[in-house]
């Protein structure tokens, strides 16, 4: 289900300040990757940076956790799983663990209020997992035995994916089903109907606070629902008292030292508060926003380290924005600049040779299994790059000023979205290689009579290895 369109003017924004956001988003070397605006429920503005589009999803990391806490929310609404009974009641026997543990309500842990002091588990798997029995998660069993709470459940706070993680697995046992059944079936259809995948662990257990990929309207649909008291068009999506609770900051998160900026004001229920109404976001600028005072809600996808600057930029320019004097050529003008968004895709020369292949340089990011690469000029304004990885052959177009799309086979028949765009400069080739279903980007730098560098604009947090970014179909 779509939201309607309208125009800035008419939901009483001036689309000067849109476009004022517009360059403080694209300062150089920008990452942001999506932006949707409304207002009264009413889209003003959308655009997408080109090799970007409406279409495609996008890992949102952390935003993940919004979206199962909107899950538990309805589950909850519907007397499947109790907010205040104890999380491990649903996975194990409680005479068996810690009795910390017995005092862990899943409140507690989709509030992060776990008893958690720091971080407790290390979600790219690095930790050695205990053996188990066939089809119990060693995941599981690694936490309850090695990352008891160190402090009391409800009073004390720690950003920590181990308490949604038991949220996601609390749930698949109480009802039978994994999380992302679920989301598919009570949110995401119900909100726009779009695509979505999902990063799993090795064991195909549903994450929960993360992994999550959807399209930037399905997260402008998460924070209009949200916006609306757990509203989507009319229909009492998320219970009233629920959607009212969760983006209340708790007294233990308030109280966390270390915070700064918009993440200083705490952490109600798989939401953030702000300095100005609340937001789920995830690493490197993946957000849905929503500001009740001035009836908006906002999407953004990117790929920035900076996030508060991000936030900044909307506290500066959209918000004195809001019930200001308008001007339709603005509006006109911003709608043309909303159709034309795109990173300038690099370009090049004349090739030194047909096909050139190098090694991977020591200092590169990517992993020693991707061991070199090759750059064949396949003709005029394209060329093929292939990663040599072990005995995998990633394959890319690599367009000269435009943006060239291919997917890479990965695990158990899913596959990476690639949007490359490159040339040679001399005896150097230099390309990206954007992995457009997430905020990553591969940076290519070979020089034709010596090594490659292959490095990460931002590592990803799921490692270092491009293939770990597969992710599942929703």
């Avoid at 588990?121 to 053996?131: I, Q, S, Y």
């Avoid at 994994?178 to 995948?197: F, I, M």
């Avoid at 279903?437 to 070979?446: D, K, L, N, S």
Wanted: hydrophobic share 45%; net charge negative; aromatic share 6%.
């Amino acid at each position: 289900m779509t939201m309607p369109r309208s125009s800035p003017s008419a939901q009483g924004v001036d689309a000067r300040g849109l476009l004022a956001l517009l360059d403080a988003l694209e300062t150089p070397g920008h990452g942001t990757h999506s932006l949707m605006v409304a207002r009264h429920g009413q889209v003003i503005a959308q655009g997408w940076w080109a090799p970007y589009a409406r279409e495609r999803v996008h890992l949102g990391y952390s935003l993940s956790k919004s979206f199962t806490s909107t899950t538990l929310g309805v589950l909850v609404g519907q007397g499947l799983i109790d907010l205040d009974a104890p999380v491990l009641s649903y996975l194990v026997d409680l005479e068996s663990v810690a009795p910390v543990w017995r005092r862990v309500t899943v409140r507690h842990c989709i509030t992060m209020t776990a008893g958690h002091t720091a971080e407790a588990w290390n979600w790219n798997g690095d930790d050695a997992l205990p053996a188990v029995a066939e089809g119990a998660d060693p995941v599981l069993a690694a936490i309850l035995d090695t990352r008891v709470p160190d402090g009391e459940p409800g009073e004390v706070w720690a950003y920590n994916q181990v308490a949604t993680y038991l949220v996601a697995q609390a749930i698949a046992a109480a009802t039978g089903e994994p999380l992302t059944a679920h989301v598919r079936r009570l949110v995401l259809d119900r909100l726009t109907g779009d695509p979505a995948r999902a990063q799993r662990t090795p064991f195909g257990r549903d994450l929960g606070f993360s992994g999550l990929h959807v399209t930037t309207p399905t997260i402008l649909a998460l924070a209009q629902t949200w916006l609306d008291g757990g509203r989507w068009h009319g229909e009492q999506l998320v219970p009233a008292d629920y959607a009212a609770w969760a983006p209340v900051p708790t007294a233990a998160s308030l109280q966390a030292p270390d915070m700064a900026g918009d993440w200083a004001h705490g952490y109600g229920a798989s939401f953030w508060g702000a300095s100005h109404g609340y937001r789920g976001d995830g690493a490197y600028g993946q957000y849905a926003i929503v500001l009740p005072e001035h009836d908006i809600a906002v999407a953004i996808t990117s790929e920035v380290e900076d996030m508060q600057a991000t936030l900044d930029a909307l506290w500066t320019h959209l918000l004195p924005s809001v019930d200001a004097p308008t001007d339709p050529e603005a509006d006109a003008e911003l709608a043309r600049r909303l159709e034309s968004l795109a990173h300038p895709a690099l370009s090049g020369g004349a090739a030194p040779a047909e096909t050139v292949r190098v090694s991977r340089h020591q200092d590169s990011q990517l992993p020693q299994i991707v061991s070199a690469i090759t750059v064949q000029s396949t003709q005029p304004g394209e060329h093929l790059v292939t990663l040599h990885r072990g005995d995998d052959d990633l394959s890319t177009l690599v367009g000269e000023g435009r943006w060239l799309e291919s997917t890479w086979p990965a695990a158990q028949s899913s596959r990476v979205a690639i949007a490359a765009s490159g040339g040679w400069q001399g005896d150097t080739f230099k390309a990206e290689l954007r992995l457009v279903e997430t905020p990553h980007t591969i940076v290519v730098t070979a020089q034709a009579d010596g090594t490659a560098l292959l490095d990460w604009r931002l590592v990803p947090l799921t490692g270092d290895d491009p293939l770990d970014a597969v992710a599942f179909d929703v």
